[in-house]
T-cell receptor, first 111, second 110 residues
Framework: GENVEQHPSTLSVQEGDSAVIKCTYS??????FPWYKQELGKRPQLIID?????GEKKDQRIAVTLNKTAKHFSLHITETQPDDSAVYFC??????????FGAGTTVTVRA | DSGVTQTPKHLITATGQRVTLRCSPR?????VYWYQQSLDQGLQFLIQ???????AKGNILERFSAQQFPDLHSELNLSSLELGDSALYFC?????????FGPGTRLLVL
């Protein structure tokens, strides 16, 4: 099955700086890559997603890039704020609607 | 609010017992997924149902079972509970690829 690796496992940034999280996937048939944000004790919430026919997608301070050849995709958060502190999960799907999740990255934004 | 509802929010039970977790998907979504999230762990896919039929199975134990009813709500049954089953159980629903998660049920097995 699909294997998704996520790095780093923890990330501490100064407020206002950028945060970057990287994921790699194993199955070249994967074509859908969502990112979820999970605050402590709460549900994962979709923050952005990208499909394999697009190389980059941006939504305000959040952007995702996809490199199909290298089989990796990244989440970029600019101008980080304390509210960005959470666990972020990447995931991959190959059209069967089953998501394979990365292990998560705990992001801490220092004020 | 994702539109996915789960009950109960919290559940405390003893080892060896059986519990049922309930999920109502977003209006119009035919697919329901169940995930287990243990402390400091990622999201482990358990099982998917589509319009009443089992579609995919993940790391679901034989002691666990699920079903999706004609009104599309789903139930996850956990039996012969062990201490290690303590976790957050999430349900998600989708109409296409995007999955929307419910608030979860926190299960504590004592």
């Amino acid at each position: 099955g699909e294997n998704v690796e996520q790095h780093p496992s923890t990330l501490s940034v100064q407020e206002g700086d950028s945060a970057v999280i990287k994921c790699t996937y194993s199955d070249s048939a994967s074509n859908y890559f969502p990112w979820y944000k999970q605050e402590l004790g709460k549900r994962p919430q979709l923050i952005i997603d990208i499909r394999s026919n697009v190389g980059e997608k941006k939504d305000q301070r959040i952007a995702v890039t996809l490199n199909k050849t290298a089989k990796h995709f990244s989440l970029h958060i600019t101008e980080t704020q304390p509210d960005d502190s959470a666990v972020y999960f990447c995931a991959a799907s190959k059209g069967d609607y089953k998501l394979s999740f990365g292990a998560g990255t705990t992001v801490t934004v220092r004020a | 609010d994702s539109g996915v509802t789960q009950t109960p929010k919290h559940l405390i039970t003893a080892t060896g017992q059986r519990v049922t977790l309930r999920c109502s998907p977003r209006s119009g979504d035919l697919s329901v997924y169940w995930y287990q999230q243990s402390l400091d762990q990622g999201l482990q896919f358990l099982i998917q149902y589509y319009n009443g039929e089992e579609r995919a199975k993940g790391n679901i134990l034989e002691r666990f079972s699920a079903q999706q009813f004609p009104d599309l709500h789903s139930e996850l049954n956990l039996s012969s509970l062990e201490l290690g089953d303590s976790a957050l159980y999430f349900c998600a629903s989708s109409s296409l690829e995007t999955q929307y998660f419910g608030p979860g049920t926190r299960l504590l097995v004592l």
